[in-house]
């Protein structure tokens, strides 16, 4: 059972259109993050979550909106879109607590997009 | 501040060859992070391979191992003798302790041919 779900796969917006990205997972994980990867930059930490209500900025937030309705559910959302934001998404659920001494991170499958 | 630098892009090796990826780290933020490998396999999420939270412990799984090395700062990745199974892409990852984020290296593509 996939533990960390994503949806869509793959998603072919328009300049300027809205996009939303959604992640769920079923670990009961508090944290959760958002990253986009591209050739040449690995993965870059776009916004994460401690928990539900709470979204925090990342590395890359700029064009990026984060919602975290439910400790199961965090989106990604491009207001916006820009060919820019053509990359693949990833998200990760993990349960580190501030201060302590590990986390492992669970990934969903991905979404490509291609912001046209 | 912190990161970790994979010199690889791709690497291809023969099967039943013994396999290195490199990676370095730099944390600024503290000076033992915590040190990741993570794979993904094609039309996968990444998981984790292994990860050492202790400088000089070595972490090993499915035949990976990888000693952490404080004094080069360096968490390489072998292996022995790789398989066909083996091609997928590998991340090295560093996560200081001063927050629960992690940062990734740009990946190494591993290519095992017969």
């Given amino acids: ?116 | 501040g912190d990161s970790v630098t994979q010199t690889e892009g791709q690497v291809t090796v023969s099967e039943s060859k013994s396999l290195i990826i490199n990676c370095t780290y730099s944390a600024t933020s503290i000076a033992y992070p915590n040190l990741f490998w993570y794979v993904r396999y094609p039309g996968e999420g990444l998981q984790l391979l292994l990860k050492v939270i202790t400088a000089g412990q070595k972490g090993s799984s499915r035949g990976f191992e990888a000693t952490y090395n404080k004094e080069t700062t360096s968490f390489h990745l072998q292996k022995a003798s790789v398989q066909e199974s083996d091609s997928a892409v590998y991340y090295c990852a560093l996560r200081p302790n001063s927050g629960t984020y992690q940062r990734f290296g740009t990946g190494t593509k591993l290519q095992v041919v017969p």
């Fill in chain 1, 1 to 116: 059972e996939a533990a960390v779900t994503q949806s869509p796969r793959n998603k072919v917006a328009v300049t300027g259109g809205k996009v939303t990205l959604s992640c769920n997972q079923t670990n009961n994980h508090n944290n959760m993050y958002w990253y986009r990867q591209d050739t040449g930059h690995g993965l870059r930490l776009i916004h994460y979550s401690y928990g539900a209500g709470s979204t925090e900025k990342g590395d890359i937030p700029d064009g990026y909106k984060a919602s975290r309705p439910s400790q199961e559910n965090f989106s990604l959302i491009l207001e916006l879109a820009t060919p820019s934001q053509t990359s693949v998404y990833f998200c990760a659920s993990g349960d580190a607590n501030w201060g302590g001494g590990q986390d492992t991170q669970y990934f969903g499958p991905g979404t490509r997009l291609l912001v046209l």
